[in-house]
């Protein structure tokens, strides 16, 4: 059950919603970016234009990115890769907040 929140956190990460096809994972390739997102998604800093993935991240979690499209499932990886390998500590900031133990 934990696994599967976790790829719909990512997912959520990458998709955004159903309806835009914002490509999010550039906001986890620069340093400065990655932290405006992650202030937004941990509700640390306003979100911006941000704001729809902070809307969207808690249902598509409970969904278990039951709605996600193989474009936004490919986005999903690349997120999850760039956070596993890059910035655990953000990756475990966002299990702990959006994952139930």
Do not use: H
Not at 18 to 39: H, I, N, Q, R, T
Request: aromatic residues 10%; glycine residues 2%; hydrophobic residues 40%.
């Amino acid at each position: 059950m934990r696994a599967f929140i976790i790829v719909a956190i990512f997912a959520v990460i990458a998709a955004a919603s159903a309806e835009e096809e914002k490509d999010y994972s550039e906001w986890f390739k620069e340093e400065s970016k990655l932290k405006v997102a992650m202030g937004c998604l941990l509700d640390k800093a306003p979100c911006g234009e941000l704001q729809n993935l902070r809307d969207t991240f808690p249902n598509l979690a409970k969904d278990q990115c039951g709605s996600c499209t193989p474009q936004q499932k490919a986005r999903y990886d690349i997120v999850k890769k760039i956070l596993q390998d890059n910035y655990p500590e953000y990756y475990k900031a966002l299990i702990d907040k959006y994952v139930p133990a």
